[in-house]
């Protein structure tokens, strides 16, 4: 199973981006896909994420300016970064849990990191 990411950049503030995450490979169901971020000298945590039935739950730094959506179809995840800040800029990486039989465990794998500046 592979993720590939894309939708990084440099945006001034106030602006807008969009991530996407495509998983592809032998996949039977995806039972939650997300982002997460990393700053320099901070922890990963986690930005968005949403399982299979549409649930999401969201950082509290990005409820009301992200949104994260889900093409189960396409198994791609899309995060909408609007209002973006300074305190934004990351390295975001998508994340999948995956079963590729069922019943049968999950996997979790990640994608490449892209990055996402804010900064006028």
């Known amino acids: 199973v592979q993720l590939q990411a894309s939708g990084g950049g440099l945006v001034q503030p106030g602006g807008s981006l969009r991530l996407s995450c495509a998983a592809s490979?032998?996949?039977?169901?995806?039972?939650?896909m997300g982002w997460y971020r990393q700053a320099p000298g901070k922890q990963r945590e986690l930005v968005a994420g949403?399982?299979?039935?549409?649930?999401?739950k969201y950082a509290d730094s990005v409820k009301g300016r992200f949104t994260i959506s889900r093409d189960n179809a396409k198994n791609t995840v899309y995060l909408q970064m609007n209002s973006l800040k300074s305190e934004d800029t990351a390295v975001y990486s998508c994340?999948?849990?995956?079963?590729?039989?069922?019943?049968?465990?999950?996997?979790?794998?990640w994608g490449q990191g892209t990055q996402v500046t804010v900064s006028s």
């Open positions: 994340n999948a849990v995956v079963r590729t039989v069922v019943p049968g465990p999950q996997y979790n794998y």
């Open positions: 490979g032998s996949i039977f169901s995806i039972d939650f």
């Open positions: 949403i399982i299979s039935g549409g649930s999401t």
